[in-house]
Antibody, heavy 116, light 112 residues
Framework: QVTLKESGPGILQPSQTLSLTCTFS??????????VGWIRQPSGKGLEWLAN???????YYNPSLKNRLTISKDTSNNQAFLKITNVDTADTATYYC????????WGQGVMVTVSS | DVVLTQTPSTLSATIGQSVSISCRSS???????????LYWYLQRPGQSPQLLIY???NLGSGVPNRFSGSGSGTDFTLKISGVEAEDLGVYYC?????????FGSGTKLEIK
C-alpha cells in the first residue's frame, strides 16, 4: 500500500525559508524509475507543479520559481524534501507530495501560511 | 510553457447524464518517441487530487469504467458515461511531455 504524508511549519514569515518533508511508504526512491514530486495549490485555486526528484537523484524544477527551490531525498528513511527560500504571501498554499507515476498517489497535503 | 485550456469551467449534470470535458494544449503533446503524456485528475471537495486517466486513455487503478479519455496532439477529452453523485469535484488535465509540467485550470462538476 502506497502512502505519502507531508509535514511543514504551518506558518512562517516573509523572507524565511520554507522546509517541507514528504514521508512515504509502499515504494522506494532507490527503485529504478521511481520519482516524487511536489505540487501546490493556493486556497480555491488550481494546481502548480514545483519540482520532481528521481531514483537516480535527477531533479527538475519549475523555472517560474527561479532559483528558490531545492528538492532532495533520504532514500534510507523514505523521505523527500523541498525547500523554498525567501517566501512571501504568494507562497501561501496547500503543498502536496505525490509519487511520480505520474502523481498516481498523493499525500493529504499540508497547509502553509506566509504572514507577518 | 505549455498552456492547457479546459472547457467548460463549470459543468452541471444530473445523475445518469453523460458529460465531456475538453482539454486543449497550446502545442502538441506527442513526443519524438510517439508517447503522449496527458493525464486527468479529480479533486473532490476537501480531498487531494486522484489520478483518473494516464497516457490519454488508460484508466487509473480502481477508477470506474464510466470514465474514459481520448484525444491526440493538442485536443483531449474526458468523458463520464453516467454521472454519479461521487463524481462531483474539480477535474484537471495535466501534461508531462514538455517541461515544466503544467495543469489545466480545472473544470468544476456540480450535480443538479
Amino acid at each position: 500500500q502506497v502512502t505519502l504524508k507531508e509535514s511543514g511549519p504551518g506558518i512562517l514569515q516573509p523572507s524565511q525559508t520554507l522546509s517541507l518533508t514528504c514521508t512515504f511508504s509502499g515504494f522506494s526512491l532507490s527503485t529504478y524509475g521511481m520519482g516524487v514530486g511536489w505540487i501546490r495549490q493556493p486556497s480555491g485555486k488550481g494546481l502548480e507543479w514545483l519540482a520532481n526528484i528521481w531514483w537516480d537523484d535527477d531533479k527538475y524544477y519549475n523555472p517560474s520559481l527561479k532559483n528558490r527551490l531545492t528538492i532532495s531525498k533520504d532514500t534510507s528513511n523514505n523521505q523527500a524534501f523541498l525547500k523554498i527560500t525567501n517566501v512571501d504571501t504568494a507562497d501561501t498554499a496547500t503543498y502536496y507530495c505525490a509519487r511520480f507515476g505520474p502523481f498516481d498517489y498523493w499525500g493529504q497535503g499540508v497547509m502553509v501560511t506566509v504572514s507577518s | 510553457d505549455v498552456v492547457l485550456t479546459q472547457t467548460p469551467s463549470t459543468l452541471s449534470a444530473t445523475i445518469g447524464q453523460s458529460v465531456s470535458i475538453s482539454c486543449r494544449s497550446s502545442q502538441s503533446l506527442l513526443d519524438s518517441a510517439g508517447n503522449t503524456y496527458l493525464y486527468w485528475y479529480l479533486q473532490r471537495p476537501g480531498q487531494s487530487p486522484q489520478l483518473l486517466i494516464y497516457l490519454v486513455s488508460n484508466l487509473g487503478s480502481g477508477v470506474p469504467n464510466r470514465f474514459s479519455g481520448s484525444g491526440s496532439g493538442t485536443d483531449f477529452t474526458l468523458k463520464i458515461s453516467g454521472v454519479e453523485a461521487e463524481d462531483l469535484g474539480v477535474y484537471y488535465c495535466m501534461q508531462a511531455t514538455h517541461a515544466p509540467l503544467t495543469f489545466g485550470s480545472g473544470t468544476k462538476l456540480e450535480i443538479k
